[in-house]
């Protein structure tokens, strides 16, 4: 089955950068668009950056200018470099592939 793997979250100061990595498994990696959504408790989950199969990138209004998706389809993997981190970016960030599956979940903390 689709499994896909967040790793890269944890704890960083106002200013700082994170680069948050999904592996993924059980489908044919480069045909598919790929995700990074953000959850804070008690809040929807909410679209931060999308790469398609064609490497076309679409971002929230809220991390322009401050987020990187890209892609790697030799290591099936996508990634999310986050520079400039403010404490509301904080969250619980998630990878997708649209319509099929989901991560577990890495948690992003920023600190003022």
């Known amino acids: 089955q689709v499994q896909l793997v967040e790793s890269g979250g944890g704890l960083v100061q106002a200013g700082g950068s994170l680069r948050l990595s999904c592996a993924v498994s059980?489908?044919?990696?480069?045909?598919?668009?790929m995700a990074w959504y953000r959850q804070a408790p008690g809040e929807q989950r909410d679209l931060v950056a999308m790469i398609t199969s064609g490497f076309t990138t679409t971002y929230a209004d809220s991390v322009k200018g401050r987020f990187t998706i890209s892609r790697d389809n030799p290591k099936n993997r996508v990634y999310l470099q986050m520079n400039n981190l403010k404490p509301e970016d904080t969250d619980v960030y998630y990878c997708n592939i649209p319509g099929m599956a989901w991560g577990q979940g890495t948690q992003v903390t920023v600190s003022s």
């Open positions: 059980g489908t044919i990696f480069r045909l598919n668009s």
